[in-house]
Structure formats: structure tokens, C-alpha cells
């Protein structure tokens, strides 16, 4: 049963990030989709160890030529795009929104998630601006200072992810614990 749940709950939100990708709103070089919603609940609700995974997954079914990525997009060619620091990004933040659930400082508190969200959403935006930059200037070939990367990367998103933590939150304040307790990935809280 535990070899099961290892295998489930992380496929299914692989399978919900992928869906997220799919409801894009189109902005200039780095679409806004649904998938940080998934990915900041993976990681609060499976842990670090599954969210990290989940999202991993995810990353790979994409790199594999799956459609799962923003718009259909898919195959080993998203290296290059500039939105590929994202992807990374989701592992990371995956992983550190669930790690500071794990910590478990403030009980099953509202600010336990709110700050669990806020520091994926910090990852998020750590790898992506980074991969924005990198793509911008090191593969189109154009020059962009860190600045016009946090303008592309970075501002039309923080109000959309804030909203998103926010529905987050309200979940895993509902369902986090009880989740929690059937992922064998996730530390014992």
C-alpha cells in the first residue's frame, strides 16, 4: 500500500501541473498558467520529498516530448526556452514550500502555509528570472540587464501567485494534515 501511495500521489499532481499548463493566459515571452497553483500545493500537501517529486515528473514528461508544458509545448528543445528556469523552479519550490510545512513551527496555522507559499514563490521566481536572463542574453542573443528580466519574469506574476497562494493556503488548512498523513514521502508531522 505504501508503494502504491509513493507512486500515486506524486503522478496525480504531475498529472495536475500538466492540466494547469494547459489554462494559459498569454503574456510576452513567459505565458501565466494554473500550474504554480499545483505546484505549491504539491509541495505543501505531499511534503518536500513528494512535492519535489511530483513536480520532477512533471518536468521530465515534458522533456520526454509530452505536450504538458505552457501551450502543448513539450520535448528537449524547452531547454531553450525562457521559460525553462520556471520548470526548475517548480522542483525547487516544490520542495521548499513542503520542507517548511515539514518544520512545522507554527502548528496547522494559516501562516504555516502562507509561508510555505511565499518561500516556494521566492524559488519559483529565483530560477525563472535567472532563466530569463540567461535565455535572453546567452541564447536569442539579445542583450537584457537583470532588471528587464525581473520586469518579464517577475511583476506580472506576483499579484496572480499571491491570489494562488492564497487559495493554497485555505486548501491545505482543510486537507493539508489529512493528505500529509497518506504520503509516505512527507515527514511525519
Known sequence: M???RMMVLPSLFAGL???????????????????TFFVLLSGILLGAKGG???QTLYVLMGLFGLPVFAGGAGGIQTLFSPSFGFLLGFIAAAWVGGRVVE????GESPWRYVFACASALVAIYVFGVAGVFLNLNYVAGKSV?????LKIGLLPF??????????????????GKRVRELSPLSKRI
Open 145 to 149: 540587464s537583470m532588471l528587464t528580466a
Open 158 to 175: 506576483i499579484v496572480p501567485d499571491l491570489l494562488k497562494s492564497v487559495v493554497v493556503s485555505l486548501i491545505a488548512l482543510r486537507v
Open 103 to 106: 518544520l512545522d513551527r507554527w
Open 17 to 35: 501541473t500538466a492540466v494547469g499548463a494547459l489554462i494559459v493566459l498569454p503574456f510576452p515571452i513567459v505565458p501565466m498558467t494554473l500550474q
Open 52 to 54: 519535489a517529486l511530483a
Open 2 to 4: 505504501i508503494r502504491t
